[in-house]
């Protein structure tokens, strides 16, 4: 999708909300793409400002990036941590972009404080907002691997099958973005999350 000798700024959409890691996952992502050799910028948006709240990151990568801003239907890939906020920021997604979202559901502040009902027909509303879809179930292989926090990493090894960086900087990231107790976990969880949704992609789920 991107290289060094292109104009080409891929766009990537992380969402989620607060408590699930987006802020990691979003260090991850960025660190990948410098480590590439890549001109980087980033954009982080906080909802509310508990667990539960709403969060979103961006991050551009290219040549030369002037803006970390993504513009609506120009995102190469979207990676979300939530299904309800994945139907959220559909608009941010190119046509074909791939989408990996989390098979999880969390009940968002303004479900639980009563303003609205989770929508029960939510995977409906997934499959038609995105043509290029993954569900992955991140929280569950967290846990299998020893740790639920894990889970975010799951998610951006989902993601980087959306796009060309080299395995070798993803890992490079993972490595100088968690504290080295729980690198081998994390590296486990990254290759898991990029199995997961290659299968998916082969099986067009």
């Known amino acids: 999708m991107s290289n060094t000798n292109s104009d080409k700024v ?26 590439a050799g890549f001109d980087v910028k980033t954009n ?6 508990q667990r539960g709240g709403s969060v979103i990151a961006q991050v551009r990568y290219g040549k ?3 803006s970390p801003l993504i513009a609506e239907r120009t995102a190469d890939v979207l990676a979300s941590f939530e299904k309800v906020e994945a139907v959220r920021g559909a608009h941010y997604v190119k046509p074909g972009g791939l989408c990996v979202i989390a098979n ?32 992955i179930d991140a929280q569950q292989k967290a846990v299998e691997l020893g740790n639920v926090k894990a889970a975010n990493v799951v998610l951006m090894g989902g993601l980087s099958v959306g796009l060309d960086l080299p395995l070798e ?5 993972v ?16 290759e898991e999350g990029r199995a997961m949704t290659l299968a998916s992609q082969s099986a067009g789920v």
């Open 104 to 135: 999880t559901q969390i009940i968002p502040t303004t479900v639980s404080s009563g303003l609205c009902d989770y929508p029960k027909d939510i995977d409906e509303r997934l499959a038609k907002a995105f043509d290029n879809l993954s569900l």
């Open 44 to 49: 982080e948006v906080h909802g509310m400002a």
């Open 10 to 35: 891929t766009s990537v959409v992380l969402l989620g909300v607060g408590g699930q890691g987006i802020l990691l996952a979003s260090e991850i992502m960025a660190r990948a793409a410098m480590h």
């Open 64 to 66: 030369k990036v002037y």
């Open 175 to 190: 490595k100088t973005s968690v504290k080295p107790k729980f690198l081998e976990l994390n590296l486990k969880a990254f």
């Open 169 to 173: 900087v993803w890992h490079e990231a």
